[in-house]
């Protein structure tokens, strides 16, 4: 890092790679506050189909936060030196990650079963396009999650500030679609409620 990155870095106090990390989540808050404002829209508009959330929905939502708890103790593990605690919780977070997505399927399964397919009425289509757009950013932070896993294990370990910068933004991320999705499920549920 040049002697000017550090001055900049020191004064604001937050990494460059953070901030553009914080930025990008920024950019896909108002895409899904967007989507969402669109869906009372559309809803008050009227020709909605109710229809009862899957259960399976809310399953995922639990395993999603189980995740966080494990990554955000993997992080602990890692600073404290406890190497076996770090990878495994690691191992843990990615499967949770995957078993996320298996449960979100699962649920778009129950709904095509419940007559509730993409194209047939707009409240299911907006279900579907939240549920696999926020699913698609899923993917993208189970493949930072991934690439912390080869770091764990196959890199010595070490607590550099690059590799902490790292698994901290690997973090920031897996946290931010753990909330996001909590204000998906709140909003979905709130709005059947209505």
Request: net charge positive; with cysteine; glycine share 6%.
């Given at each position: 890092?040049?002697?000017?990155?550090?001055?900049?870095?020191?004064?604001?106090?937050?990494?460059?790679?953070?901030?553009?990390?914080?930025?990008?989540?920024?950019?896909?808050?108002?895409?899904?506050?967007?989507?969402?404002?669109?869906?009372?829209?559309?809803?008050?508009?009227?020709?909605?189909?109710?229809?009862?959330?899957?259960?399976?929905?809310?399953?995922?939502?639990?395993?999603?936060?189980?995740?966080?708890?494990?990554?955000?103790?993997?992080?602990?593990?890692?600073?404290?030196?406890?190497?076996?605690?770090?990878k495994y919780?690691?191992?843990?977070?990615?499967?949770?990650?995957?078993?996320?997505?298996?449960?979100?399927?699962?649920?778009?399964?129950?709904?095509?079963?419940?007559?509730?397919?993409?194209?047939?009425?707009?409240?299911?289509?907006?279900?579907?396009?939240?549920?696999?757009?926020?699913?698609?950013?899923?993917?993208?932070?189970?493949?930072?999650?991934?690439?912390?896993?080869?770091?764990?294990?196959?890199?010595?370990?070490?607590?550099?500030?690059?590799?902490?910068?790292?698994?901290?933004?690997?973090?920031?991320?897996?946290?931010?679609?753990?909330?996001?999705?909590?204000?998906?499920?709140?909003?979905?549920?709130?709005?059947?409620q209505s």
């Amino acid at each position: 890092m040049s002697t000017l990155e550090n001055t900049v870095y020191s004064r604001n106090k937050i990494h460059p790679q953070k901030f553009a990390l914080l930025v990008s989540c920024a950019s896909v808050v108002m895409l899904f506050a967007a989507l969402t404002s669109a869906y009372v829209v559309r809803q008050a508009a009227g020709n909605w189909l109710e229809f009862p959330m899957p259960v399976l929905f809310l399953y995922s939502t639990l395993t999603l936060i189980v995740s966080s708890l494990t990554l955000h103790f993997s992080y602990k593990g890692f600073l404290a030196g406890n190497v076996k605690s770090y990878k495994y919780l690691l191992l843990l977070t990615f499967a949770l990650g995957v078993l996320f997505i298996y449960l979100q399927y699962k649920g778009w399964m129950a709904l095509v079963s419940m007559g509730v397919e993409l194209g047939t009425n707009p409240s299911g289509s907006f279900l579907y396009v939240l549920s696999g757009l926020h699913a698609a950013h899923i993917l993208g932070g189970l493949a930072a999650v991934f690439v912390a896993i080869l770091h764990a294990f196959i890199l010595p370990y070490e607590v550099s500030a690059k590799r902490k910068l790292r698994f901290e933004m690997t973090q920031i991320y897996w946290h931010f679609v753990d909330i996001l999705w909590i204000y998906l499920i709140v909003f979905l549920w709130l709005q059947q409620q209505s």
